[in-house]
């Protein structure tokens, strides 16, 4: 019963501490680049999956602490995933990604089928 209580608190600790991240080192927004005045952006979601969510689901999203998603979008649409990043589900904090981050790395993970 003791092993079990202390691999469940690592197992929280874990994931609580290796899945934070933030947009820290994100290069600034250039939005005076758009030529065609459409609403577009610059972030690169694989690179944000990398610092934020390969910790935990990783380096080639196979899972780990996380659950793999290398799959993600033939099971959830690309709201459901985006409801994921930003309100948190299970072991999952909310917020992790926030912003068009979080709208960008949806859009990026609903492709893998």
Request: proline share 4%; hydrophobic share 40%.
């Amino acid at each position: 019963m003791k092993n079990k209580l202390l691999a469940t608190l690592f197992g929280a600790a874990l994931v609580l501490g290796a899945c934070g991240g933030g947009d820290d080192n994100a290069a600034p927004k250039d939005d005076a680049a758009n030529d065609n005045g459409a609403a577009t952006t610059d972030v690169d979601a694989e690179a944000v999956v990398q610092q934020s969510c390969a910790s935990c689901h990783g380096g080639n999203l196979e899972g780990g602490a996380g659950p793999a998603l290398d799959k993600i979008g033939g099971t959830l649409s690309e709201e459901e995933i985006h409801d994921v990043i930003v309100n948190g589900k299970g072991a999952m904090p909310p917020g992790i990604i926030q912003g068009e981050e979080a709208d960008a790395v949806a859009a990026w993970l609903a492709e893998k089928k």
